[in-house]
């Protein structure tokens, strides 16, 4: 994990800010080895059949009329006459219909007989606004069309279910908190309150921070952690100078083919994977995503502190190798892709069939890069 310790803090090198960047705003889904197999979906709540909304493309140019079809979720087992609206926000992601029966939201909706609904992202799942990902697609995916998004849901449903006098109340957890938040703040006639979970409600450009909250967990497992993890990937920056260990390095950490590293981006890429197992463990240690079918669930910061400490192993390096291998076969990926060309060339498919659209990758890499860049006040 490329830390430089600086006026007692650990921060990454300038590169993998940049990498890391892409990455932090979102839920962690495509950090480490997991942006490898792309969505999770057990598809448990498939008793709630899907349904779909008809939605403006560009909701700030009066003169575009494009349509498509946006998709939602309904589960209206608690629901009393009179009682309030619980609307879920999709975030950067399929929206799981798992939600639909799982979730501390509906302890709240049978006590108070909310009816719930849940909407899916524009960009994500199956909710597609445009043919496919270009570039000229991709001006359409924003957290501002995503709002207008649902305040114009929130509006026809208001008015076609009878509903647009009842208490409107959003949910969402990460980005989709800080969609839940901001709908608050901008559609104040729309949404009568917001449970914004762990939304991260300032953009940054670049966010080393981020790392050293990674650092603190570590170190809250076993102090000597982080140091060893850091010591590591150390000894692996200075292999990575001499040509020669190339093979070593290749068999270690199981890549698919020779390691060649002709940029820097290349360094950085394969750096920002192999750290990326430990952003993504602490950022859901021990949570409770079973329901979801979340795979990977099992590995904690505790079996990673466990195996960075383990001398049997080897070195600290040696170390930082097994925590990649048990990686790949927790999540059942054969070997380690570790070319950033290759990896960029599945980023410039723009295929809703390509690798990228699974699980909202490029969507999710567009669109947080977008909001490190922007304020927030352009968000709004």
């Known amino acids: ?6 006026c007692g803090l650990p921060v990454c090198k300038a590169t993998l800010c940049f990498l890391f960047s892409l990455f932090v705003l979102g839920e962690g889904q495509y950090k480490g080895f997991r942006k490898f197999i792309g969505v999770q979906d057990t598809r448990k709540g498939d008793a709630f059949e899907e349904q779909w909304f008809i939605q403006k493309l560009d909701h700030f140019n009066g003169a575009d009329s494009r349509v498509w079809k946006q998709r939602y979720f309904v589960n ?26 799982s979730g501390t939201w509906l302890t709240y909706a049978e006590k108070l007989g909310a009816l719930c609904l849940m909407l899916e992202h524009r960009f994500y799942g199956e909710s597609h606004p445009t043919v496919d990902l270009s570039t000229d697609s991709l001006r359409f995916l924003s957290s501002r069309q995503a709002l207008a998004d649902l305040a114009h849901f929130r ?23 800080s969609l839940a938040a901001w709908f608050r703040l901008k559609y104040p006639h729309l949404v009568h309150a917001s449970v914004a979970t762990s939304a991260p409600v300032h953009a940054t450009i670049n966010f080393p921070e981020y790392l050293e909250v990674v650092w603190r967990s570590l170190a809250s497992e076993n102090a000597e952690c ?4 850091k010591k590591a990937s150390d000894t692996l920056m200075e292999r990575l100078k001499d040509l020669t260990t190339y093979n070593n390095i290749t068999e270690d950490f199981k890549l698919c083919s020779k390691l060649q590293i002709q940029t820097e981006m290349d360094s950085a890429y394969f750096l920002e994977t192999l750290a990326g197992n430990f952003m993504d463990v602490v950022q859901y240690n021990e949570d409770n995503r079973g329901f979801e079918g979340a795979m990977g669930t099992n590995i904690t910061i505790k079996v990673l502190c466990n195996v960075m400490g383990d001398t049997s192993l080897g070195d600290p390096y040696a170390r ?12 059942s990926i054969g070997c380690l892709d570790a070319s950033f060309s290759n990896n960029l060339g599945v980023m410039t498919n723009t295929s809703w069939d390509g690798p990228a659209a699974n699980g909202g990758i490029m969507s999710n890499s567009v669109q947080t ?5 922007l304020s927030s006040w352009r968000m709004l």
Do not use: C, H
Not at 91 to 98: L, R
């Open 76 to 101: 209206e087992a608690f629901y009393k006459p009179g009682g309030p609206v619980f609307l879920m926000i999709g975030g950067e992601g399929p929206a799981n219909p798992a939600w639909m029966q």
């Open 155 to 177: 509006t026809m449903m208001g008015e076609s279910k009878g509903l647009s006098n009842r208490k409107w109340v959003a949910f969402g957890g990460s980005y989709p908190g």
């Open 226 to 229: 982080p140091l060893l993890v």
């Open 1 to 6: 994990m490329a830390f430089q310790q600086t």
């Open 369 to 373: 890069t977008t909001m490190s860049v």
């Open 320 to 331: 930082y190798a097994a925590v990649a291998r048990l990686m790949l076969k927790t999540f």
